[in-house]
């Protein structure tokens, strides 16, 4: 039998870890997705992301058109938080990454370093370049550390059981869904990432069922899940955080229920599964260490070394 990662599952551990009665009306399933979205966005995904293992990375391209100089942060982005910028050159697969400045670097009587280094600097929620880029045959590549969709119930997302072309049918009834929404491809299985997000449809061929604008992403499969933009039927962190987050739930009711001693108990808890999930996502790959290269020292210049 298959695992289940699902909101389902991961409400039935919380009840578990805390002893809730199944019959309790303090708690519906709805209050805690919320409950658990929270603590997954305040506690979990920042201890994850401390880790420094590059979870959560996605990338977004911008078209490069001559004048525009100005690109928006993706509105996933946690905390506004990019990994890198570049720019990047399909026909050659290169990317050159640009120096992040500020902007005390855009002028002043030593200069402008943002245009004499190609840099860029941010301003709010701007990537922000001293002239528009002119390399119109590239585009901006902008990495980011993608937040996690919040959860809901199954109920309100699909399981996909049939792609046909750009015709997905799952196995709920969405009355509510419409063909101005748009929607989500969560993976099932694995880190459960996006595979797509806020993608349009044009059609809505029934209760159960979408038609989308644009081709489906080549590795969506049958058992993959469809939700509304920003919500997903599974927390998209580590399965070994998973167990992190139920047992913050489980704080989180003994706290609402009055329970002092279970609250505690439950605390103590916690700080041992985090300890060991720290312990299970702080290194990546072990048997090859990371390597730190100086892309930009002196004896290297466009990606060759000086010998």
Known sequence: MDVDYTITSLISSVKRRCSAPTAQQLFQNTDFASLLSEEMQSMVVPVIMAEHQD??????????????????????????????VGFYNSSSNTLDLRPRLTIEDLGNRRGNFVQDLGGYYLQDNMIIFDKAPSNTGDVLRVYYYRRPSNLVQLSESGKITNIDGKIVTFNTVQTAWTTSNTFDFIRSKGMFQSLGDNLAVNAKPSDSSLTFVDDLPTDLAVGDY????????????????????????????????????????????????????TKTINTRVDGSPKKVTNRNGIFKTRGVYFR
């Open 55 to 84: 979870y959560f990375v996605h990338a977004k391209d911008y078209a490069i058109d001559g004048s525009t100089k100005e690109f928006r942060i993706p509105d996933r982005a946690i905390g506004g938080k990019l990994r890198d």
């Open 226 to 277: 469809v939700a509304l933009a920003g919500k997903s039927p599974i927390a998209q962190i580590p399965y070994e955080s998973h167990h992190v987050l139920a047992q913050l739930g489980a704080i989180k009711v003994n706290e609402a229920l009055g329970d002092l001693q279970g609250m505690q108990m439950a605390d103590a808890k916690y700080k041992q599964l985090l300890d060991n999930m």
